[in-house]
Nanobody, 125 residues
Framework: QLQLVESGGGLVQPGGSLRLSCAAS????????IGWFRQAPGKEREGVSC????????NYADSVKGRFTISRDNAKNTVYLQMNSLKPEDTAVYYC??????????????????WGRGTLVTVSS
């Protein structure tokens, strides 16, 4: 069964850090661009960060630039999202998604082939 599983969410105080993981099973992530998305209550899902299959290109939403870092370890078939200096407005369910993208140097937030079920991040004091 092909699936992505997110982990690492939880409750954290403002200013704190979390590292989310996205592990693939049933397929290898080597040729897939990966995106992290989030959906806050009452809001639409938005792209947060993405990484190309060769890790040569990354992209970040303006709201997380300088605070979040995406990385991947193809040997572990896992992608990570390191989140620092968290703010209450970062509270959301975070999803990872994979797309078999035509270029190993690009990543996008649309046309994803596989989605995880999400992990909840709550930033609150």
């Amino acid at each position: 069964q092909l699936q992505l599983v997110e982990s690492g969410g939880g409750l954290v105080q403002p200013g704190g850090s979390l590292r989310l993981s996205c592990a693939a099973s049933g397929f290898t992530l080597d040729n897939y661009a990966i995106g992290w998305f989030r959906q806050a209550p009452g809001k639409e899902r938005e792209g947060v960060s993405c990484v190309s299959s060769n890790s040569g290109h990354t992209n970040y939403a303006d709201s997380v630039k300088g605070r979040f870092t995406i990385s991947r370890d193809n040997a572990k078939n896992t992608v990570y999202l390191q989140m620092n200096s968290l703010k209450p407005e970062d509270t959301a369910v975070y999803y990872c998604a994979a797309r078999l993208y035509g270029s190993r140097w690009g990543c996008v937030y649309s046309g994803m082939d596989y989605w995880g079920r999400g992990t909840l991040v709550t930033v609150s004091s």
